[in-house]
Nanobody, 125 residues
């Protein structure tokens, strides 16, 4: 069982930066530290993949955020962070962190078993 809580959302202007955090707690019989993904859902749109950091700390990102967003993790502190630079109005969404079913995960929602409640990010022009 993995419990996730996101924080750090808010209102920010176009071009500014914002960092989201996700604190996770693992109970039961963990088989390892899972991959941690970030997704987002804009109003009226499907949830979309943002990026993932594997248990090895390898990362990959969607094309829409590559070069602007950076995911990191601190397994001693049980946190993963999403640093968002040069924000655009189209980055406005509810952002979710998710724990993978295993040590590695891809861009599909099915790769993730546990989800946080989401944190709202509004990028205003």
């Amino acid at each position: 069982q993995v419990h996730l809580v996101e924080s750090g959302g808010g209102l920010v202007h176009v071009g500014k930066n914002l960092t989201l955090s996700c604190t996770y707690s693992i109970s039961g019989q963990p088989v390892g530290i899972p991959a941690m993904g970030w997704f987002r859902q804009a109003p009226g749109k499907e949830r979309e993949f943002v990026g993932v950091i594997q248990s090895t700390k390898t990362t990959f990102y969607s094309d829409s955020v590559k070069g602007r967003f950076t995911i990191s993790r601190d397994d001693d502190q049980n946190t993963t962070s999403l640093l968002m630079n040069s924000l655009k109005a189209e980055d406005t969404a509810v952002y979710y962190c998710a724990a993978g079913r295993g040590l590695f995960a891809g861009s599909g929602s099915d790769d993730y078993r546990w989800w946080g409640q989401g944190t709202q990010v509004v990028v205003s022009s």
